[in-house]
């Protein structure tokens, strides 16, 4: 059985509130470069940038991180961390600030990744996390700076994202296993 | 019925018949364009001291419900229409607009060309007084130019005492300039509990209730008229605690944070202005009201977002505070009367609340 637990308006208001939120933690957007986590994380990353174009009248840049195939439903250890990799990414990161994307932050494992990753392109000013949902259950010190939803889980449950740019809609829905 | 008159301070007069009150009464003279929600309209404390003359030529259809009341007492000081009708079969429908009216003492006037009427009013600069007499004479002119209207519609209609509605929910602390009950209700729906405080509070009264949120409520009048007080607490307000503001609400809200606002022409009371939410590039409706706006090249663009924007008359319809959790509408985004489409705006206001407790 699988519930919805945001619809596509919820969604929409989340981002658009996680955009306002970065303008003002980061006092505008000079140089402010946004990298999404593959999948889902890119499309939510192409969504913020959009609204602050609209707000801003700015181009911000836009990047993707590649991270190698991490399901949850895969033995974690027999698996080894997730791997990410930044080479879609046409601009320096050097001295941005750089906004982390992902759809659904759980062991922080595909962050650290994210960050190592990031950190090889160059020696960002700063590093913030961007999450629609956090689930709970981190095995990493690592938190989100801009949070769209909190949905305590078990770790026995499933947390699906759905965006439309791939997906039938927007939703994000809770699965018992 | 009983032929009644609607003279205007040009010394023109206008022959209709009487519905409702049998009061003679004065104020500014305003037009309403929306084709729903009279009852929402006629008792929104907007417009208190106004005579309302409604573009929609049948006015009354489904009588007074209990679910579209603005206010408690009513103090709109007239109605102007084209068709008084009663014809309701709504099973919401508990009185006529005539009967209401009559209980309000409000008087109404019907049989009035009132499209013709906003035309040439429209022309007309500034407020216009009017009346609605039994007899268009020398005697009813004179009464009318030396009518003083009053700029202190928000102490008339405001509560002097706060007041909760209470619920589960969120510790929301409303500010009221004469708010309208759609506020209220739309926060009830979110199950917020809510203290209500006269637009005197101070920052330190309203931080002593230790809020979630604040909200400043619509209101009748001119915002330039409510003194510094009121700016000073929401510029403390606003650093503390996130904050939604509507109608005069939003108008101080900007003045507070350094805009500038200028009357309009011509009063704007209705519901068809595409209205663009610029973060997503799209087109909302909403009911709208307002004699001012706020003046967009005043806006200092480090201190506030341009948010939404009339595409008819260009006006800012939306602002947000570029350092804190603080934003409002111009429109009335309560949805009543009708679109509610903007009835988000309450759920950016409770996420708001919920992303600053983390």
């Known amino acids: 059985m699988a519930k919805v637990v945001v619809d596509a308006m919820a969604m929409q208001r989340a981002l658009t509130r996680i955009t306002y939120e970065i303008i003002e933690r980061n006092k505008g957007v000079d140089d402010l470069v946004i990298l999404g986590i593959k999948t889902r994380g890119v499309y939510l990353a192409r969504r913020i940038a959009s609204r602050l174009q609209q707000l801003e009248n700015v181009t911000v840049p836009v990047g993707d991180l590649d991270v190698t195939p991490y399901r949850d439903d895969i033995d974690h250890d027999a698996q080894g961390d997730p791997q990410v990799s930044g080479e879609n990414i046409d601009f320096s990161v050097a001295g941005k600030k750089v906004i982390l994307v992902d759809d659904v932050l759980y062991t922080g494992r595909t962050i650290r990744a994210a960050m190592s990753a990031v950190m090889a392109l160059g020696r960002p000013q700063s590093i913030n996390l961007a999450v629609l949902v956090d689930r709970g259950h981190r095995e990493l010190p690592i938190r989100a700076d801009f949070v769209g939803k909190n949905i305590p889980s078990s770790q026995r449950e499933r947390i699906k994202v759905s965006v439309s740019e791939i997906d039938d809609r927007d939703a994000v829905e809770i699965q018992q296993a | 019925m009983a032929k009644r008159y609607l003279i205007l301070e040009d010394g023109s007069a206008y022959a209709g018949e009487g519905f409702g009150a049998g009061a003679t009464t004065s104020g500014e003279v305003i037009s309403n364009l929306n084709l729903l929600g009279y009852q929402e309209t006629i008792t929104d404390q907007i417009y208190h ?288 009367p009708g679109p509610h489409e903007s009835r988000d705006l309450f759920d950016e206001f409770m996420e708001a609340m919920t992303a600053r407790e983390g």
């Open chain 2, 49 to 336: 001291n106004q005579i309302i003359i409604f573009s929609q030529p049948a006015i009354g259809n489904v009588g007074i419900n209990h679910d579209s009341y603005e206010s408690i007492l009513p103090t709109a000081k007239g109605m102007v229409v084209r068709d008084v009708t009663n014809i309701s079969t709504n099973r919401l429908s508990r009185l006529s607009l005539d009967e209401f009216l009559q209980q309000h003492n409000i008087p109404g006037i019907s049989g009035i060309d009132t499209r013709h009427l906003i035309r040439k009013l429209r022309k007309m600069a500034g407020p216009v007084k009017g009346s609605i007499v039994d007899v268009a004479d020398a005697h009813a002119f004179d009464q009318l130019n030396a009518t003083v209207l009053t700029n202190r519609q928000v102490d008339q209609v405001a509560t002097p005492k706060p007041y909760p509605n209470p619920d589960t929910g969120k510790n929301v602390v409303v500010i009221d300039f004469g708010l309208k009950h759609g506020i209220l209700r739309q926060l009830s729906e979110r199950r917020c509990n809510v203290t209500v405080l006269p637009w005197t509070a101070s920052a330190q009264d309203v931080l002593n209730l230790d809020p979630d949120g604040v909200l400043l409520s619509t209101g009748p009048g001119s915002p330039l008229d409510l003194g510094e007080g009121v700016l000073e607490m929401i510029r403390a307000v606003q650093a503390e605690i996130p904050l939604f503001a509507i109608g005069l609400g939003h108008e101080l809200f900007a003045l507070a944070n350094g805009a500038k606002l200028e009357a309009l022409p011509v009063e704007y009371h209705g519901s068809s202005h595409p209205i663009r939410r610029i973060i997503t590039n799209d087109i909302i409706y909403a009911t709208q009201g307002q004699g001012y706006a706020v003046v967009a090249k005043s806006i200092d663009r480090n201190r506030l977002i341009t948010t939404y924007v009339d595409l008819i008359n260009g006006t800012v319809q939306g602002l947000r505070h570029r350092d804190f959790p603080a934003f409002s509408v111009q429109f009335f985004a309560d949805g009543a």
